[in-house]
């Protein structure tokens, strides 16, 4: 089991940049992929994008491909987001989510169902 904690969230204008943090506890983080999801109100739970186990791999939302980044270090045990030229309509709560997969570079877990564990969230706000 893992546990996960997101930070970095908060008030930014848009055009700005913000930097997520997932931490992880526990010795298995590295047998994770790893997911950001975010959720507005009244929405569902969309993906952002995803990185693989041993970070190879990475796959994004066609809304935020370009503009955002998923990394990982696994010696930290932490996923981060890097998110720069944020929208208004970027304004949600991100959730990070791990997933317990026997693939290295397997990193095509595009749905909340996919995911074995989430963080509790943190909220991003984009002001026009």
């Known amino acids: 089991q893992v546990q996960l904690v997101e930070s970095g969230g908060g008030l930014v204008q848009a055009g700005g940049s913000l930097r997520l943090s997932c931490a992880a506890s526990?010795?298995?983080?590295?047998?994770?992929?790893m997911g950001w999801f975010r959720q507005a109100p009244g929405k569902e739970r969309d993906l952002v994008g995803t990185?693989?186990?041993?970070?190879?791999?990475?796959y994004y939302d066609d809304s935020v491909r370009g503009r955002f980044t998923v990394s990982r270090n696994n010696a930290e045990n932490v996923v981060y987001l890097q998110m720069n030229s944020l929208r208004p309509e970027d304004t949600a709560v991100y959730y990070c989510?791990?997933?317990?997969?026997?693939?290295?570079?397997?990193?095509?877990?595009?749905?909340?169902?996919?995911?074995?564990?989430w963080g509790q969230g943190t909220q991003v706000t984009v002001s026009s």
């Open positions: 990185i693989s186990r041993d970070g190879s791999n990475t």
């Open positions: 526990g010795r298995t983080f590295s047998r994770y992929a």
């Open positions: 989510a791990a997933k317990s997969t026997a693939w290295l570079n397997g990193n095509l877990y595009l749905t909340p169902n996919d995911y074995d564990f």
